[in-house]
């Protein structure tokens, strides 16, 4: 059974940087194919993209949000970890760590509960 | 980006009724299109990949349909396990989302 669950700050003030964890089980991100992202929904309830990263490696990120973004993996510890730089209360969202399969493209079959993250001064 | 636009932005229905909710997108995404389902407090769930594909234990009452620009999610008897906000989703590039459609009990 794969899970995804994320953990990091619920409180962060504007300016500084978000670091989020997702600690996943249920598979291995050294399968070709197999990536693990990141997708944020705001209050509002919009669902905007954030980055992916693949099993070789390669990333993928938001144009929009790409030089304030970065994503790194540990497959040791069968963790990917997120970090948005210059946080601004725009940045208020719930995150949301996803697992996109090996036979699939930019779709999110298995999805974390979701971490919460409030920027506020 | 390609911008995804849903209609309408939510409905009324009733249980056994048909429900039909529409995506287009601004530019051609030939059928590399996903709908997902998401009830309060919790995560979405995707339902629907490669248009019309669906995902291992999704009920048959659901069913996509369109290409290029104009998707379609159907219901074709709604549950009321149904009652939820529906997202479209494409995925030729990176990934964008509709606004959703949320399916209310009339």
């Known amino acids: 059974q794969i899970t995804l669950k994320e953990s990091g700050p619920t409180l962060v003030k504007p300016t500084q940087t978000l670091t989020l964890t997702c600690a996943f089980s249920?598979?291995?991100?050294?399968?070709?194919?197999?990536?693990v992202g990141w997708i944020r929904q705001t209050p509002g309830k919009a669902l905007e993209w954030l980055a992916l990263?693949?099993?070789?490696?390669?990333?993928r990120f938001s144009p929009s949000l790409k030089s304030r973004l970065a994503i790194t993996k540990d497959t040791s510890k069968d963790q990917v970890v997120l970090t948005l730089t210059n946080v601004d209360p725009a940045d208020t969202a719930t995150y949301y760590c996803v697992h996109k399969d090996e036979t699939m493209s930019f779709y999110f079959d298995l999805w974390g509960q979701g971490a919460l993250v409030t920027v506020s001064s | 980006d390609i911008q995804m636009t849903q209609s309408p932005s939510s409905v009324s229905a009733s249980v056994g009724d048909r429900v039909t909710i529409t995506c287009r997108a601004s530019?051609?995404?030939?059928?590399?299109l996903a709908w997902y389902q998401q009830k309060p407090g919790k995560a979405p769930q995707l339902l629907i990949f490669s248009t019309s594909t669906l995902q291992i234990g999704v009920p048959s009452r659901f069913s996509g349909s369109g290409s290029g620009t104009d998707f379609t999610l159907t219901i074709s008897s709604l549950q009321p396990e149904d009652f939820a906000t529906y997202y479209c989703?494409?995925?030729?590039?990176?990934?964008?989302f509709g606004g959703g459609t949320k399916v209310e009990m009339k």
């Open positions: 530019q051609d995404v030939s059928r590399w």
């Open positions: 990263i693949y099993w070789d490696d390669d990333k």
């Open positions: 249920g598979f291995s991100l050294t399968t070709s194919g197999v990536g």
């Open positions: 989703q494409q995925a030729i590039s990176f990934p964008t």
